[in-house]
Nanobody, 120 residues
Framework: VQLVESGGGLVQPGGSLRLSCVAS????????MSWVRQTPGKGLEWVSH????????EYADSVKGRFTISRDNAKNTVYLQMDSLKPEDTAVYYC??????????????WGQGTQVTVSS
């Protein structure tokens, strides 16, 4: 399993970023995919997940209405569109294979992460 995230960076409050995660080594369209983030102070926080065909999505309350998860199974890629970013969204964002709906206790089959910093 290989998951490679990209798209992180420095953005001002209120700005937007789009994260991408390209997957390989498994049947991508058979699996839910999730995004999880980690901050030094809050630990691991589940952000969102999407069903294998993209019909079902869920979001943590902290990002609901601001973030949108999507996927393109033809490209083995999952996305996280982040709008109206806040300083508290600053974290390392991980793409995760499988279904997460709560804060994980430990890492699983995840990518290497991409840093998102929201600051003026």
């Amino acid at each position: 399993v290989q998951l490679v995230e990209s798209g992180g960076g420095l953005v001002q409050p209120g700005g937007s970023l789009r994260l991408s995660c390209v997957a390989s080594g498994f049947m991508f369209n058979n699996y839910y995919m999730s995004w999880v983030r980690q901050t030094p102070g809050k630990g691991l926080e589940w952000v969102s997940h999407i069903s294998n065909q993209g019909m079902w999505t869920e979001y943590a309350d902290s990002v609901k209405g601001r973030f949108t998860i999507s996927r393109d199974n033809a490209k083995n890629t999952v996305y996280l569109q982040m709008d109206s970013l806040k300083p508290e969204d600053t974290a390392v964002y991980y793409c995760a294979k499988g279904y997460y709906d709560s804060n994980p206790a430990a890492r699983g089959e995840w990518g290497q992460g991409t840093q998102v910093t929201v600051s003026s």
